[in-house]
């Protein structure tokens, strides 16, 4: 990856998501005239505030890849539940090869996490947990475990807030 692509800021935009370029690939493909030449971006976006998405926009150049990521991601944003800067429970997920585990940590710990795990969870506006990769280092794939992680997180937190609720009125 470019050093100038790895070291981006986040960059803001209109609607208040914050997008940050996770993996650019050079794709080449074989045709009867010769090489075809793309490329592939990974973007996540995030508003900091527990909405969090994950594209990848394909096309011949890098800039037009970026556009169609950023796009791509912001119509597949998922909500988080945080508490207190954190989530609310400990998640281990395995999808495809890569096995993604995400633990609450206490305040004042920061972001433990890789490079791939960490631009998503920063971009929900997670602000303390712990995680660990397991299985493939392969970019993508732990980005994408880890936005499905966190989707599930919030559904396993709506029903058990849910169950509370019913418990309490009987």
Do not use: C, W
């Not at 970026?66 to 998640?91: C, D, M, Q, R």
């Amino acid at each position: 990856m470019d050093k100038n692509l790895k070291n981006m800021e986040y960059q803001k935009s209109q609607d208040g998501f914050e997008e940050q370029i996770v993996q650019v690939s050079r794709v080449s493909k074989k045709t009867k005239g010769g090489n075809k030449v793309g490329f592939s971006v990974l973007v996540v976006v995030g508003n900091k505030a527990g909405k969090v998405g994950v594209g990848l926009g394909k096309a011949g150049d890098v800039s037009a890849s970026i556009k169609k990521g950023v796009s791509l991601a912001k119509k597949h944003v998922i909500e988080v539940p945080i508490i207190n800067g954190t989530i609310p429970f400990e998640f281990y997920i395995k999808l495809g090869a890569a096995k993604v585990l995400l633990k609450p940590a206490p305040p004042g710990s920061g972001v433990i996490a890789g490079g791939a795990v960490r631009s998503v969870v920063s971009l929900a506006g997670i602000e303390n947990i712990s995680s660990k990769v397991l299985g493939t280092g392969n970019k993508a794939s732990n980005v994408y475990a880890t936005i499905e992680a966190l989707g599930r997180l919030g559904q396993r937190y709506k029903r058990e807030k849910q169950r509370k609720v019913k418990n309490a009125v009987k």
